[in-house]
């Protein structure tokens, strides 16, 4: 676009193909990584149409697949949703509870402000619901937030990132194995923290945002209206 003498960020680009029904359509291959159908205690939304002011005030938990020769591995993300820095992650080649449960003690390892108060926020799969990833969070002092119906709004960020992940450093791609998937996770969120350039960050990266708060949210929600969080009636 700069060609042109325009100047035009890569969210507002794809805005206006989409606009102009100029964008190819995507083929949709479907794995399913939510599984809700459990005896587990679900917890309610305490987030619905709020967004945070503030790093490590909400982060947002969700699990993708990544395509591997013949079979699937799994990567576990967990995103600080104002700064939209990616604070933990996992890849494994099972669904296993221990796949979430190990992406959230490196998010509890990373915190830059843990006398702040947070909450955490997932839809209401097994992974999130495990007795001992509960408990993880309780015992951290942070408060529990799930999705209440299968919306990808209700946890748009979480939903955002894993296609950014994908599609932007070739994670959509069929990996040779779950070493070299690994390896790849590890540099796209490098990237995708320090490097990458967001429009939504005013072209800040997330970790600059994560460590100097002082940027304005933009929501992905589509409802526009912007509610702050309060954590102090939740705590």
Known sequence: ?????????????FDFLRTHALLVPKLRSFHKTT?????????????QNKVPNRPEELWVADITYLRLNGKHAYLALVT????????????????????????LKMALKNRKYPE??????SDRG?????????QTL??????????????????????????TLKYEF??????????IAEKMVRRAVSVYNSKRPHDSLNGRTPEDVHLNANQHYKSYRKNKEIIYLDLEKHF
């Not at 599984?35 to 987030?47: E, G, I, M, P």
């Not at 702040?116 to 926020?121: A, G, N, P, S, V």
């Not at 070739?170 to 070493?179: D, G, R, Y």
Request: charged share 25%.
């Open 1 to 13: 676009m700069q060609e042109l003498g325009i100047k035009m960020g890569r969210d507002k680009y």
């Open 35 to 47: 599984n809700s159908s459990h005896n587990f205690r679900k917890f309610k939304n305490l987030v």
């Open 80 to 103: 600080d949703a104002y700064s939209k820095k990616i604070v933990g992650f996992k890849v494994s080649s099972n669904m296993k509870a221990s796949l979430s449960l190990d992406a």
């Open 116 to 121: 702040k108060k947070l909450i955490h926020h």
């Open 126 to 134: 097994f992974h999130y619901c495990w007795p001992e990833y509960v």
């Open 138 to 163: 309780q015992e951290s002092g942070i408060l529990i937030s799930m999705t209440e119906k299968y919306d990808p709004y209700e946890n748009a960020l979480a939903e955002r990132i894993n296609r």
């Open 170 to 179: 070739a994670l959509n791609q069929v990996i040779a194995n779950k070493t």
